[in-house]
């Protein structure tokens, strides 16, 4: 039988002191909430619309699809929080 590397628990310190000697757990920082990413069906027609909106004028595909994105993803973020306006005092 191999020996053992670790110590072994002191057994005469209760089960609670022992958890208290341990290392305390750290806390997870809260996530940023997700912003949804707009799906490629979406930017698709998105950019098909802008498209129509040059009345048939030419105009370049990739920068019709780089539009929609850039008009999605600012469309799905969420509305900056508003602080309440602090009131002068009387």
């Not at 997700?34 to 370049?60: H, Q």
């Amino acid at each position: 039988m191999a020996k053992r590397t670790t110590k072994p628990a002191k057994r005469d310190q209760p089960i609670i002191e022992r958890a208290k000697a341990a290392k305390p757990a750290r806390r997870r920082a809260k996530a940023a909430p997700r912003v949804p990413v707009p799906t490629d069906e979406e930017i698709r027609e998105r950019a098909y619309y802008l498209s129509l909106e040059r009345n048939g004028s030419p105009g370049d595909p990739v920068d019709d699809w780089n539009r929609a994105k850039e008009q999605l993803e600012s469309a799905a973020l969420p509305a900056p929080r508003r602080t309440p306006a602090r009131r002068a005092p009387r």
